[in-house]
């Protein structure tokens, strides 16, 4: 079946520390990864993606994130946190064969101290 | 328009009220999709369109939930004989002028439906 699991559902940084989310994944065929991000009141707004090539993929707001097929992991990695960072961050999972469905995480929430 | 845009807001009803939700995508976008998101939890797939057609339901929960996009661009989902258990935001995305897998889903503010 497929799955996201995010494990840290609460995550709290202090502002120019780096930042690491979790990301596991359940999925039968070459996966499709992303990570959203959603402010309050905002809709989804795509961070970053992975479909295939380099592991190791760049997005928007400094972030990157690292495909490990071996450990079905998609982590998602900052080395600065801005207090602009302070959001929910969802890892979806999507596939090559069934495309128009995504499997979401449940989320994980970033607090950032200043 | 510039992005996805869904009305109402907010929408409150009382159980057993019929709702409609509408969703405007990205002109031109090719690919539409209908998410439900529970207070606390990621986003759950309820159906996708491409174009009129609508391609997979699999995620809509019971038949009282309908989506229709008759002409290709506005969708609608409808929820008839609203349960509390309908209470989540009803999020909707669009994607693709040319409906690729690798088209990335751009995601409206979402409907925060609550019912009493």
């Known amino acids: 079946a497929q799955s996201v699991t995010q494990p840290d559902i609460h995550i709290t940084v202090s502002e120019g520390a780096s930042l690491e989310l979790r990301c596991n994944y359940s999925y039968g065929a070459t996966p499709y990864l992303f990570w959203y991000v959603q402010s309050p009141g905002q809709g989804l707004q795509l961070l970053l993606k992975?479909?295939?090539?380099?592991?190791l993929v760049q997005g928007i707001k400094g972030f990157e994130a690292e495909f490990k097929r071996s450990q079905s992991s998609f982590n998602l990695r900052k080395p600065s946190v801005h207090w602009s960072d302070a959001a929910e961050y969802f890892c979806?999972?999507?596939?090559?064969?069934?495309?128009?469905?995504?499997?979401f995480g449940s989320g994980t929430k970033l607090n950032v101290k200043p | 328009g510039a992005g996805v845009s869904q009305s109402p807001r907010y929408k409150v009803a009382k159980r057993g009220q019929d709702v409609a939700l509408r969703c405007d995508p990205i002109?031109?976008?090719?690919?539409l999709f209908w998410y439900q998101q529970a207070l606390g939890q990621g986003p759950e797939f309820l159906t996708y369109f491409q174009n009129e057609a609508q391609l997979d339901k699999s995620g809509l929960p019971s038949d009282r939930f309908f989506a229709e996009r008759p002409e290709g661009s506005v969708s609608t989902l409808k929820i008839q004989r609203t349960q509390q258990e309908d209470s989540a935001v009803y999020l909707c995305?669009?994607?693709?002028?040319?409906?690729?897998?690798?088209?990335?889903?751009?995601f409206g503010p979402g409907t925060r439906l609550t019912v009493l």
């Open positions: 979806a999972v999507g596939g090559r064969n069934n495309f128009n469905k995504f499997y």
């Open positions: 002109s031109g976008h090719v690919s």
């Open positions: 992975y479909f295939s090539g380099d592991t």
């Open positions: 995305a669009s994607s693709g002028k040319g409906g690729q897998a690798t088209d990335t889903q751009y």
